[in-house]
């Protein structure tokens, strides 16, 4: 059964910073290519970052390139996304999801989290 456990979101004003974190097993850390999308309100789902798993390959989506940052800590099983110079359009439901083939679409992902909640106040 594999777990992708999302932490990190809340409110933050524009221009603020949150720190997203999604933990899962070794196992799962092992296997998977791991990334986030969000849903904003009334929106379809969409990419957000990626990241291989040994790190070559970083993926972001071209609104949040520069202001987005996706890492990885393999003694905690841990992907971050360090989210800067956050604008009200970020607000959203954000989901950890993991990839077996390093494929960042939607309905291509093995696993989803269940999300966390990020509100950008104006």
């Known amino acids: 059964q594999v777990q992708l456990v999302e932490s990190g979101g809340g409110l933050v004003q524009a221009g603020g910073s949150l720190r997203l974190s999604c933990t899962t097993s070794?196992?799962?850390?092992?296997?998977?290519?791991l990334g986030w999308f969000r849903r904003a309100p009334g929106k379809e789902r969409e990419f957000v970052a990626a990241m291989s798993r040994n790190t070559d390959d970083i993926y972001y989506e071209r609104s949040v390139k520069g202001r987005f940052t996706i890492s990885r800590d393999n003694g905690k099983n841990t992907v971050y996304l360090q989210m800067d110079n956050l604008k009200p359009e970020d607000t959203g439901v954000y989901y950890c999801?993991?990839?077996?083939?390093?494929?960042?679409?939607?309905?291509?992902?093995?696993?989803w989290g269940e999300g966390t909640l990020v509100t950008v106040s104006s």
């Open positions: 070794s196992e799962t850390f092992r296997t998977f290519h």
């Open positions: 999801a993991a990839s077996r083939f390093n494929n960042w679409y939607v309905n291509g992902m093995d696993y």
